[in-house]
């Protein structure tokens, strides 16, 4: 074989190992730190976030998830360099560190960990019972009137409420207002009777109280 035949066919092994080599997978790169929470509610629900780039740009990305307490969660495909979002709740309290990793949709895992993400896990407590609804006891079939209770958190969250107004008309919820605060809802009855309105609150975290005592309001004809 000649000499000129023998350089040619090495620069084509040379040439299909550089090309086979640019082909080859590469793993995603290590993900950012976490972001969400640092500081949850026992048995909340927290929303985390995280992104990392991949070299081969058309690999789709998905995220493992370590949270610390024993448990592992995988998320969905994202596209590459896309912000990922999955939930988590600790049912303990306590403090964790959670961390992240990526694999591409080839199976290749990136090389580290993220840097992890501190969480301090608290536990909540359900707001007291509210005061019972106050209110015209007497009132005008049609007629719009206002109602107000309070209620306290002892973690002093913020609280919003739900008004059962004793009719078909189902529940009525609120906007939120911090705790001890008074809290405001209007209603209409569009039958005459004798309905019982109770009203129960519900914090930021979900946690509910127990329905107050209720309010006997009497619906007459009024003017329509």
């Not at 793993?27 to 629900?45: F, H, L, M, Q, V």
């Not at 985390?48 to 495909?77: A, C, M, S, V």
């Not at 993400?117 to 206002?146: D, Q, Y």
Request: hydrophobic letters at 35%; aromatic letters at 12%.
């Amino acid at each position: 074989m000649s000499k000129i035949i023998k350089i040619s066919l090495l620069l084509s092994a040379v040439g299909f190992l550089f090309f086979a080599g640019c082909k080859r997978n590469k793993p995603p790169e290590t993900p950012d730190k976490p972001s969400g929470p640092t500081i949850i509610r026992k048995n909340a629900i927290g929303e985390y976030t995280t992104k990392t780039n991949d070299p081969n740009k058309d690999d789709e990305i998905r995220y493992i998830f370590d949270w610390g307490d024993g448990n592992l969660d995988t998320t969905r495909y994202f596209p590459n360099d896309s912000m990922a979002d999955t939930t988590h709740v600790w049912i303990d309290t306590g403090h964790y560190q959670m961390k992240v990793r990526a694999q591409d949709n080839k199976n290749a895992l990136s090389k580290e960990w993220s840097a992890p993400l501190s969480v301090i896990v608290n536990l909540n407590n359900p707001p007291l019972t509210p005061e019972k609804p106050s209110g015209f006891s007497t009132v005008g079939r049609r007629a719009t009137n206002e109602y107000t209770t309070k209620s306290h958190d002892p973690d002093n969250d913020e609280i919003r409420y739900i008004f059962d107004w004793g009719d078909d008309s189902g529940f009525d919820t609120t906007d939120y207002f911090t705790s001890d605060s008074i809290a405001i809802a209007q209603h209409a009855w569009y039958d005459t009777g004798l309905f019982a309105v109770k009203v129960r609150a519900q914090d930021r975290w979900v946690l509910f109280s127990e329905w107050s005592d209720s309010l006997l309001v009497t619906v007459i004809m009024g003017r329509d």
